[in-house]
């Protein structure tokens, strides 16, 4: 046991000193934090932009003062995201040379956008042309809050012409809202959500299951790089003839166990420092945070063993890569399906990554943090299976690494690991 | 002749190991005396590093019933401490300092942390490192490498030194620290093995030697009686004057000629005073040497002409 505690003591100390363990622990504090302030701005805080100048062709030719109208309300009620509107004259005859001047005028950047809107357009027919120089992502949100003013112009107008009382008809036409009131363990005080809220409690659970992604799968890997490492120095020799294999290995693992927790701990506190910086408030009951370290202890285990084998057998990162990969793609499922998983923690889906040992760690992060009140019979369930996968996985990757640790040359197959495996 | 110690610091007997289909090691038996040093000899591929790494629980050999004594106790476990092991393949951590490596091999080599700090500088200073304490393994010449590796192997001052090929690239410098090194470490009553394809290398350290080949043994014993098994068959002489006439005396089989110098080989059974009362009525002997022969002879005798001599 003491030198199982002296080789995790070298390994823990020798990687915190490497470069890609130093860049990797300061660089996912730094994405955490932006995507903290991001997210926030997201929420609504909305910031100002410089006012957009927008020309208006009115063939309808009765049309420009509720237009006119329309964007003075906008401007009052939103004076960061102002729009200049201005009145193109267009005499009968003229409208396709107006439009090609006006269009000059976007392109050449002097106009934000114009708008031409047909003469049958109070008829309840024809239809209106918007132009812009940038890319459709940009002004999206400023197309349809355009598209929105000049229709509400247009009814005004139509209301108008009818002697009808547009205030009326707009009650009649009012939209309810529909508010969300969440109830139970993770609801927030007073039950409703904001949109912010509802999007930090979409990414909160995303927020953990790549936490456990990154301190199991890229702590992970430094077990394959100082193994390798130790192999093409040849030193590992040196090593067997102080402690055996287990002890290496056990050893090598538990220094790099507390690597990702030291990470893992630098992390969390930069997230929560970020999140409270903007207000934000991360929810994650004490009963859920002990089932992660669970599920990060035997994770960690399942992969530091695996990738031991696969080190184990390997000369050069580049060799061990096609051996990683179905190990990579089993772990990527969960991130890709992710959205799936938040909609319904309890569907299927979820249900049966949960029970995949590779993946049970971060799926089950992600369905516990996305729903505290998953089934504790199922969780404890998930974790048997996990508990039980893991002691496999070592006993049968500790062979692989003990015939495999002093082979030099090339890169035994499957089959011939399956081979060892059956030897006593 | 030296006597033979009562205690065998280590010993094998019937032991096997396999590696797929070619047979590494075949019911190999070995004992090595305690306070000697033992020549662990054959030609590349004969199975010495793979009995070497099973003395060292580095791999476990074939399940046949063979049996390995290591300091009166089994292979592996705490015993490991108490053996220095030199492997064929040197390496050790580029990045650590020449002082930390020290410490750290001599710790998990279980000596005791009060014990290291004073164990470390001692080395460093025996093999000229001390310099160097604090510079990176990574920036050490080859040379220098060399004898941190054999301060490494010695840190825990084992009672076992087990050496895997010691001599091989060391430049003459280092080679006679080895050397001084090992007869050193016998004068302190600690036994050493090591291995080599160098037969002459072993001829002058050896106590005890033995020949393997295709894992299997092929010679065993001190260096007389393998020499004793072995009757010369061959004289070198120097004579003046003409030596045409030896070819037709019964006792030679062959003569080689090189100036004065000549080297017979004799007819089986024949006698080598014989031959000289032949020869000095006819010429004047400046010299007549009855050779012996050495290590190499013998086991290209042996096994036919495998053995690599490429030191």
């Known amino acids: 046991m003491k030198k199982i505690l002296k080789i995790a003591q070298r390994e823990y100390a020798e990687t915190v000193r490497t470069k890609t363990f130093f860049i990797g622990v300061l660089f996912m504090p730094a994405l955490i934090v932006l995507a903290i302030l991001l997210l926030s701005k997201a929420g609504g805080k909305s910031s100002g932009r410089p006012a957009r100048t927008i020309a208006v062709s009115d063939r309808t030719g009765r049309l420009w003062a509720d237009v006119e109208a329309a964007f003075r309300r906008h401007n009052d009620a939103f004076p960061k995201r102002r729009f200049d509107p201005a009145r193109v004259d267009t005499p009968a005859g003229e409208a396709d040379a107006v439009d090609t001047a006006q269009e000059a005028r976007v392109g050449d950047g002097k106009l934000d956008f114009y708008v031409a809107i047909d003469a049958a357009a109070l008829d309840g027919a024809g239809a209106m042309r918007i132009y812009s120089r940038r890319t459709i992502s940009v002004d999206m949100e400023e197309i349809s809050t355009v598209g929105r003013l000049l229709n509400g112009a247009i009814f005004n107008r139509r209301c108008a012409e009818k002697q009808l009382d547009p205030n009326l008809l707009a009650g009649l036409r009012r939209h309810v809202p529909l508010r969300r009131v969440q109830v139970g363990a993770a609801a927030p005080p007073g039950g409703v959500q904001s949109k912010q809220e509802q999007i930090i409690g979409m990414m909160t659970p995303f927020f953990f299951m790549f936490l456990m992604f990154m301190g199991i799968f890229g702590m992970g890997q430094h077990m394959l790089t100082s193994l390798i490492e130790e192999k093409s120095s040849r030193v590992i020799e040196v090593i067997l003839s102080a402690v055996s294999p287990f002890e290496l290995l056990a050893g090598k693992i538990l220094g790099l166990a507390a690597i990702g927790l030291t990470a893992i701990g630098l992390w969390l506190a930069s997230a929560y420092g970020a999140a409270r910086l903007r207000g934000i408030e991360i929810v994650l009951p004490t009963g859920v945070a002990a089932y992660l370290v669970i599920y990060y202890v035997l994770g960690f285990l399942m992969l530091s063993a695996l990738l031991a084998g696969i080190g184990s057998v390997c000369n050069t990162i580049k060799e061990s890569q096609n051996l990683m990969m179905p190990l990579t793609l089993l772990f990527i499922v969960p991130m890709v399906v992710w959205f799936q998983l938040v909609k319904t923690p309890d569907g299927t889906l979820a249900r049966v990554l949960s029970f995949i040992p590779p993946m049970t760690p971060l799926v089950m992060a992600l369905r516990l943090s996305a729903n505290p009140e998953t089934s504790p019979l199922e969780t404890w369930a998930t974790i048997a299976v996990l508990a039980a996968f893991v002691p496999c996985v070592i006993w049968a990757m500790a062979k692989i690494f003990r015939t495999g640790i002093l082979l030099y040359g090339k890169r035994p197959g499957l089959r011939e690991m399956l081979r060892w495996l059956r030897q006593s | ?311």
Request: proline letters at 5%; one cysteine or more.
């Open chain 2, 1 to 311: 002749m030296i006597e033979q110690p009562p205690k065998a610091a280590l010993l094998l007997e019937n032991v096997s190991k396999s590696f797929g289909d070619l047979r590494a090691v075949d019911s190999l038996s070995l004992r090595v005396p305690a306070g000697s040093i033992y020549g662990f000899l054959g030609p590349n591929g004969a199975g010495k590093t793979t009995t070497i790494r099973m003395i060292m629980d580095i791999i476990r050999p074939d399940p046949t019933g063979g049996r390995i004594e290591v300091l009166g106790g089994a292979a592996g476990g705490e015993v490991k401490g108490r053996i220095g092991y030199m492997p064929e393949e040197r390496g050790l951590y580029r990045k650590m300092t020449v002082r930390r490596t020290l410490r750290y091999f001599g710790s998990i080599k279980g000596v005791a942390a009060r014990a290291l700090a004073g164990r470390a500088d001692e080395w460093l200073g025996r093999v000229g490192l001390a310099d160097w304490a604090d510079r990176k393994v990574e920036e050490l010449s080859r040379g220098m490498h060399q004898k941190l590796q054999f301060a490494v192997t010695c840190i825990s001052e084992p009672e076992m030194l087990i050496l895997d090929e010691p001599f091989s690239g060391l430049d003459p410098v280092n080679l006679d620290l080895l050397k001084a090194e090992i007869l050193r470490m016998r004068q302190a009553g600690r036994t050493v093995l090591f291995s080599t394809h160098v037969m002459h290398e072993a001829e002058s350290l050896c106590d005890f030697i033995l020949l393997i080949n295709r894992g299997r043994t092929v010679l065993d014993g001190t260096l007389e009686q393998i020499r004793s098994h072995w009757p010369s068959n061959t004289v070198a002489a120097e004579l003046d004057g003409p030596t045409d006439f030896l070819e037709s005396l019964p006792a030679v089989e062959a003569v080689r000629r090189d100036g004065r110098c000549v080297e017979i080989e004799l007819a089986e059974a024949a006698d080598e005073q014989e031959l000289l009362r032949a020869v000095l009525p006819r010429v004047r002997v400046r010299s007549f040497e009855v050779k012996v022969p050495s290590l190499h002879e013998i086991f290209v005798r042996l096994v036919g002409g495998e053995v690599e001599e490429d030191s």
